[in-house]
């Protein structure tokens, strides 16, 4: 870590650059809130679910049948439905007709299903409860007893969570605040409309990010720029997005250039520094800084090549956004590489890559130059050779996946 003198202890290692950015945001992790069940898809949970009550609560039928007393045949004393509660069996040769769901009586010895039995003329029940590994009816406690941990905090809130804390009785459920995100585009040379030309372009990376970082589960607060090219102006516009965003991504003036306003602007700000340049190809001019305040906020400084930009949001912001969310730093999957794929000397080399059907197999694709997009386009994420190595064909590589959402490729 360093000042924002401009002097730096050289670019840090990937992975540790990865992990500074994942301990700075779970370090800020806000406060849990407690939020509605139907609000809660998407969240992280602060606390450890557990439940509270026994799971069933109560001896539960899993058939349409009868349950019974003692030896048959067997006279029906009545019928309970899901939702009653039945009255006892208290003596041998009784039963009650009973439906999927329902609670099963006291007393009762075994079920019968519906197809399993026959009814005589005297209106006597008569049949065998099944023997099987499977059984009829479920036991209070089988899935649950009450006070048991059934998530741990950190566990991603999805429909199947959602539905366990509806089963045990929850209302709401206590998790991590959503981290709010803003984008500043930098460079008098963007164009926000129309094709390039003339010697300006097109910013691709102001319609983009935004993307990304919702997928990476941040409210993104709104999207400015192009910012002019002065000190003055990234001052201005960075304090006005702080005072709407947890963390502000910018795009350019990563560097030390004549129009590069970033690091004076985070000198001018009093900001320290988590990670200022990474050893990763491509990529290379990247930062992540923390700025003080009332609360804790962060910029993250994305080159303004494109797919550049994209690698520091995999490499800090992803991270970031993980560790405010009290999220665990997921471990990359290893999968095989469809073909070689070089080293980048003492550098981290990130490749785009696709992967197979089966997801098993990544294959490094085409037009992956810094600047071009085309490449990220037809990706799924990038194989990971490490430094001083390189990748062969059929090697076992690690693979770090774009993020998508339900139902994308």
């Known amino acids: 870590m360093t000042d924002t003198t401009g002097v730096t202890e050289g670019p840090v290692d990937w992975e540790q650059a990865r992990a500074l950015a994942y301990a700075a945001g779970l370090a800020a992790a806000g406060d849990a809130e407690r939020i509605p069940l139907a609000a809660a898809d998407g969240r992280t949970l602060a606390e450890p679910l557990r439940a509270l009550t026994d799971l069933p609560a109560f001896p539960t039928s899993s058939i349409d049948g009868w349950a019974v007393r003692g030896p048959g045949p067997w006279l029906p004393e009545g019928r309970v439905l899901a939702g009653g509660t039945p009255l006892p069996l ?81 209302q709401d459920l206590a998790v991590y605040p959503e981290p709010r995100a803003a984008m500043l585009v930098f460079g008098d040379e963007l164009l926000t409309e129309g094709p390039p030309g003339a010697g300006r372009v097109r910013d691709s990376l102001g319609p983009q990010v935004p993307g990304w970082l919702r997928r990476y589960g941040a409210t993104v607060t709104g999207v400015t720029g192009p910012v002019k090219d002065t000190l003055s102006a990234h001052l201005d516009a960075i304090r006005a997005g702080l005072d709407e965003a947890d963390l502000i991504c910018t795009t350019g003036g990563t560097m030390h250039g004549p129009v590069d306003h970033l690091h004076p602007a985070l000198a001018e700000l009093g900001a320290e520094y988590i990670v200022n340049t990474v050893a990763v190809r491509p990529g290379f001019p990247m930062l992540l800084a923390r700025v003080p305040g009332d609360r804790p906020r962060f910029l993250a400084g994305l080159p303004g090549n494109p797919q550049s930009a994209v690698i520091a949001l995999v490499t800090l912001v992803a991270p970031l956004l993980a560790g405010l969310r009290g999220r665990p730093l997921p471990p990359l999957p290893q999968v095989e590489a469809g073909t070689a794929v070089p080293g980048r000397g003492g550098f981290t080399h990130l490749a785009l890559a696709a992967l197979d059907p089966a997801g098993r197999t990544a294959t490094p694709v085409g037009h992956v130059g810094s600047a071009m997009l085309r490449g990220l386009a037809n990706s799924h994420g990038f194989v990971v050779v490490r430094p001083e190595t390189q990748a062969q064909a059929g090697d076992l590589v690690p693979f770090l996946p774009l993020p998508l959402l339900p139902g994308e490729r």
């Open 90 to 170: 208290r003596s041998d040769g009784a039963c009650v007709e009973i439906a999927t769901g329902a609670m099963v009586p006291e007393g009762a010895t075994a079920l019968v299903r519906i197809e399993d039995s026959t009814t005589g003329a005297d209106g006597r029940v008569s049949g065998e409860p099944r023997r099987g590994q499977i059984p009829d009816w479920r036991l209070p406690g089988e899935e649950a007893s009450r006070g048991e941990e059934l998530l741990a905090a950190g566990t991603a809130v999805d429909p199947a969570v959602i539905g366990v804390a509806a089963t045990c009785g929850y």
